[in-house]
């Protein structure tokens, strides 16, 4: 059988990660979604930014991309409430009272 080259051979990974920075419970929250490929984080949305950021060409490529798109800047801006303040409320009994 033909060696492949290790470019080829390597494992390739992607992960979207997302998370919520509580500050004096839900007054003040950060809503921050990461996009990382092979152990690089290439891309992310931070809510205080306001918009997708890129940190290589392809994540600046697809920040611009990304930007353009109301529907999807509505729904990215709106997250602190859908998904931060919602976990929250569901979350709160079992981690911040104990």
């Known amino acids: 059988t033909p060696e492949l080259c290790a470019a080829l051979t390597g494992v390739f990974q992607f992960?979207?990660?997302s998370e919520?920075?509580?500050i004096n419970g839900t007054e003040k929250v950060r809503y921050v979604q990461r996009y990382i490929y092979n152990r690089e984080e290439f891309m992310m949305f931070d809510s205080v930014v306001g918009h997708f950021?890129?940190?290589t060409f392809l994540g600046e490529r697809n920040?611009?991309?990304l930007n353009s798109d109301p529907a999807i800047m509505e729904h990215r801006r709106t997250a602190v409430d859908w998904y931060c303040r919602y976990n929250y409320e569901l979350d709160a009994p079992f981690s911040?009272?104990?």
Request: hydrophobic content about 40%.
């Open 53 to 55: 950021v890129g940190f």
């Open 63 to 65: 920040a611009k991309r």
């Open 15 to 17: 992960l979207g990660k």
């Open 96 to 98: 911040v009272e104990r």
């Open 20 to 22: 919520c920075h509580f």
